[in-house]
């Protein structure tokens, strides 16, 4: 697992780290929900994306492309 240094302000530091106590998490956590939540995806996982649009559809690679982009915007709602 990959480390990662982040500058906050201090007052969203401090609201970061009571919701990770309040939720019984760790800031990296919450980090990692957070991306899931918005949609960010690893390269495996939007390749992947694509490959479930073209088994379900008889789409080209750009159509298909396009689907796996809307799937990827419906996450993020």
Request: hydrophobic fraction near 35%.
């Given at each position: 697992?990959?480390?990662?240094?982040?500058?906050?302000?201090?007052?969203?530091?401090?609201?970061?780290?009571?919701?990770?106590?309040?939720?019984?998490?760790?800031?990296?956590?919450?980090?990692?929900?957070?991306?899931?939540?918005?949609?960010?995806?690893t390269r495996e996982e939007a390749?992947?994306?694509?490959?479930?649009?073209r088994q379900h559809s008889k789409?080209?690679?750009?159509?298909?492309?396009?689907?796996?982009?809307?799937?990827?915007?419906?996450q993020r709602r």
């Amino acid at each position: 697992m990959s480390r990662l240094t982040i500058t906050l302000s201090e007052s969203r530091y401090l609201a970061l780290k009571e919701a990770s106590a309040r939720r019984g998490k760790s800031i990296g956590q919450l980090i990692d929900e957070s991306l899931e939540f918005y949609g960010i995806k690893t390269r495996e996982e939007a390749r992947s994306l694509v490959q479930r649009a073209r088994q379900h559809s008889k789409l080209g690679e750009a159509d298909a492309m396009q689907l796996a982009l809307q799937e990827t915007r419906q996450q993020r709602r």
